[in-house]
């Protein structure tokens, strides 16, 4: 699939179950998730404590912050295959005539 373009909420919902854009994968390693916790004072176990998360976690590993998979959404976003209408992105609803 090319570019997806997405004019309203209901054109994304449409699109649920379907692939609309790939993006090259993004390493999230334990530096990146305790640099996260540290600018957001977010330090939970589960996050930054391998040794604990090892044991006490169902993953048996740290796990990223949800805000940190958040915040990486512009980068995906940017990713040659994903394009978005720019009005979209400021909030505003599109014209007729697009």
Do not use: C
Not at 8 to 37: C, H, P
Not at 42 to 54: G, M
Not at 61 to 66: E, K, Q, R
């Amino acid at each position: 699939m090319g570019k997806v373009v997405i004019n309203s909420y209901e054109d994304f919902e449409k699109l649920v179950g379907q692939q609309i854009g790939i993006s090259d994968y993004v390493e999230l390693t334990q530096e990146r998730i305790n640099l996260f916790a540290d600018a957001t004072l977010d330090h939970q176990w589960i996050h930054v404590d391998p040794e604990r998360a090892k044991v006490e976690s169902p993953f048996h590993s740290t796990i990223a912050h949800g805000y940190l998979t958040l915040s990486l959404l512009p980068h995906l976003w940017n990713s040659p295959d994903f394009h978005r209408r720019p009005e979209m992105h400021r909030g505003e609803q599109p014209k007729d005539d697009d």
